[in-house]
């Protein structure tokens, strides 16, 4: 009987345990939380470089969006936190960076490297149109190319 009643007694305990939710977070937090998110889809993670830091759960990603957070909080604006990282990483930390004389490589070497492969193939082309000319077989090659074909004692048509 005693055994019941502390086990009735412990269930009653432990419940409360689960019931209990977590606080909302205020309104500032939700505006702060947005603009931490906002920030983080602009800037790209510096380990994984194909995902901003939102996307990201690199440990670096973690410590730059804890460290936005801490900007935010204190009152920073967005250009001014944008400012800090790419002071302290450089442009390669924005995700879609400025066009500049430092990021024209960035920016236009596709195409540059497009345009010069185009160029390449044409010149090679160019320069070789007995492979796009079709010629006649004489003859004699005929004739050769059916004893290379032909098995011993065999006569093709």
């Known amino acids: 009987m005693k055994r019941l009643l502390l086990s009735m007694l412990m ?3 432990l419940s409360g345990f689960t019931s209990a939710k ?3 977070p205020t309104a500032d937090e939700s505006e702060a939380e947005k603009r931490v998110t906002m920030l983080s889809r602009q800037l790209r993670c510096l380990v994984c470089q194909n995902e901003t830091l939102a996307d990201s759960r ?3 990603a973690a410590d730059l969006r804890k460290e936005i957070r801490e900007q935010v909080v204190a009152g920073r604006t967005d250009g001014e936190i944008i ?3 790419t002071d302290r990483y450089g442009d390669f930390v924005l995700y879609r960076p400025p066009v500049k004389p430092r ?3 960035l920016w236009f070497g596709p ?3 497009l345009g010069s492969g185009l160029l390449a193939l044409y010149r090679s082309v160019k320069r070789r149109p ?3 000319r079709s010629r006649r077989v004489s003859a004699e090659e005929r004739k050769r190319a ?3 074909l032909n098995p011993v004692g065999k006569e093709l048509t």
Do not use: E, H
């Open 11 to 13: 269930i009653c305990c």
């Open 22 to 24: 977590a606080p909302r």
């Open 58 to 60: 690199a440990d670096l």
């Open 83 to 85: 400012g800090f990282l």
């Open 103 to 105: 990021t024209y490589v």
């Open 111 to 113: 195409f540059l490297l």
């Open 130 to 132: 007995s492979l796009l």
């Open 146 to 148: 059916r004893q290379l």
